[in-house]
T-cell receptor, first 111, second 113 residues
Framework: KAGVTQTPRYLIKTRGQQVTLSCSPISGHRSVSWYQQTPGQGLQFLFEYFSETQRNKGNFPGRFSGRQFSNSRSEMNVSTLELGDSALYLC??????????FGPGTRLLVL | GENVEQHPSTLSVQEGDSAVIKCTYSDSASNYFPWYKQELGKGPQLIIDIRSNVGEKKDQRIAVTLNKTAKHFSLHITETQPEDSAVYFCAASSYSSASKIIFGSGTRLSIRP
């Protein structure tokens, strides 16, 4: 089985712009979660989508949003980018069990 | 709120020796405790996990112990090898929020040849 894939792998944006990141889960997995990883804050949960519905949400501002499509692929959007949004954004998929499988991440740099 | 504390933040051991990483969690509802290994440029990879109804689990050179009363869990790596060098994260989640994993701050493990 192919693992979790994320595109793009690297991205450079400027303050005020918006960005969309994409995640394709492992085939058959219906849950997709997003995490932000920074040196200062570590790994933080953003949100989870299951069957096209947001099921859980972390403590991030409304500038961070997401959606999930009928094929379980998910996108994450960040609007009005700030310097502090520079991070590695990780997507993870989960099947019927508890184990989450992570993708390689998208490294976002905001200038 | 929910919190997972992890120690130490860095650990250097001689090749062949053992490494131990310790974590504590705050949420009594936590019942699933995975450990992830993250290498440079990659996403976290699950190396072992334990559920609250089990006190210990072993997989070759890796073992995890859980003390639910004290809210402590630990990772033990024996006979360390150079390829064990990486950042290790402990984590916790509850049945009601299985995808909302709370991660520890990470331990950078270095294996000295």
């Amino acid at each position: 089985k192919a693992g979790v894939t994320q595109t793009p792998r690297y991205l450079i944006k400027t303050r005020g712009q918006q960005v969309t990141l994409s995640c394709s889960p492992i085939s058959g997995h219906r849950s997709v979660s997003w995490y932000q990883q920074t040196p200062g804050q570590g790994l933080q949960f953003l949100f989870e989508y299951f069957s096209e519905t947001q099921r859980n949400k972390g403590n991030f501002p409304g500038r961070f949003s997401g959606r999930q499509f009928s094929n379980s692929r998910s996108e994450m959007n960040v609007s009005t980018l700030e310097l502090g949004d520079s991070a590695l954004y990780l997507c993870a998929s989960r099947g019927s069990g508890e184990t989450q499988y992570f993708g390689p991440g998208t490294r976002l740099l905001v200038l | 709120g929910e919190n997972v504390e992890q120690h130490p933040s860095t650990l250097s051991v001689q090749e062949g020796d053992s490494a131990v990483i310790k974590c504590t969690y705050s949420d009594s509802a936590s019942n699933y405790f995975p450990w992830y290994k993250q290498e440079l440029g990659k996403g976290p990879q699950l190396i072992i996990d334990i559920r609250s109804n089990v006190g210990e689990k072993k997989d070759q050179r890796i073992a995890v112990t859980l003390n639910k009363t004290a809210k402590h869990f630990s990772l033990h790596i024996t006979e360390t090898q150079p390829e064990d060098s990486a950042v290790y994260f402990c984590a916790a989640s509850s049945y009601s929020s299985a995808s909302k994993i709370i991660f520890g701050s990470g331990t950078r493990l270095s294996i000295r040849p």
